[in-house]
Antibody, heavy 119, light 114 residues
Framework: QLQLQESGPGLVKPSETLSLTCSVS??????????WGWFRQPPGKGLEWIGN???????YYSPSLKSRVTISGDTSKNQFSLKLISVTAADTAVYYC???????????WGQGSLVTVSS | IVMTQSPDSLTVSLGERATIDCKSS????????????LAWYQQKPGQPPKLLIY???LRESGVPDRFSGSGSGTDFTLTISSLQAEDVAVYYC???????????FGGGTKVEIK
């Protein structure tokens, strides 16, 4: 049974860095059969793709966030992580990690982690 | 690829049909395998999205058969044939044609009971 679990601070100050980790069980983040990704959803709004990591090293980012985002993988812990720099209140959202198939279909999601940007 | 859903919200009586449309700004049909890279998700409050339909018309395992997807190219539809109380949720279409460089969602359709 594949499971994903987000972890990280629930409160980040403006201008600082948001950091989240996704722990994966039931599949390997180093597999070249899957993509591992991050999404977010501001309160009361729709879903937004942030970026993907593939084969532990190849990364792809949303053009609107590319200048502030880094996604990385840790195969020894079977985790992948999100860093978003210079955050503002507009980055307040529930952040989801997810797995996609080799075709790109997002088929497994974590439960989500609410991150609030506030001083 | 921009995904546009309509309507934004929908109020339907129990047992009646609900229909949600999704339009992509370019075709999500991959000619080499004749597959539409289009999925539908259901999201209830406080929960992550749940995959309902993939390849535009295939139901995910365990999804009731009152949910169906149709369409090809740029125009797609999610139909709930007989709305049940547990179907109250927000529904999103998503294109994965341009994965891994881009994944985009429609704005969502909120389905409520009349």
């Amino acid at each position: 049974q594949l499971q994903l679990q987000e972890s990280g601070p629930g409160l980040v100050k403006p201008s600082e860095t948001l950091s989240l980790t996704c722990s994966v069980s039931g599949a390997s983040v180093s597999s070249d059969n899957y993509y591992w990704g991050w999404f977010r959803q501001p309160p009361g709004k729709g879903l937004e793709w942030i970026g993907n990591i593939y084969n532990s090293g190849n990364t792809y980012y949303s053009p609107s966030l590319k200048s502030r985002v880094t996604i990385s993988g840790d195969t020894s812990k079977n985790q992948f992580s999100l860093k978003l720099i210079s955050v503002t209140a507009a980055d307040t959202a529930v952040y989801y990690c997810a797995k996609a198939s080799g075709y790109g279909l997002t088929d497994y999601w974590g439960q989500g982690s609410l991150v609030t940007v506030s001083s | 690829i921009v995904m546009t859903q309509s309507p934004d919200s929908l109020t339907v009586s129990l047992g009646e049909r609900a229909t949600i449309d999704c339009k992509s700004s370019q075709s999500v049909l991959y000619n080499s395998n004749n597959k539409n890279y289009l999925a539908w998700y259901q999201q209830k409050p406080g929960q992550p999205p749940k995959l309902l339909i993939y390849w535009a018309s295939l139901r995910e395992s365990g999804v009731p058969d009152r949910f169906s997807g149709s369409g090809s190219g740029t125009d797609f539809t999610l139909t709930i044939s007989s709305l049940q109380a547990e179907d109250v949720a927000v529904y999103y279409c998503q294109q994965y044609y341009s994965t891994p460089q881009e994944i985009t969602f429609g704005g969502g359709t909120k389905v409520e009971i009349k």
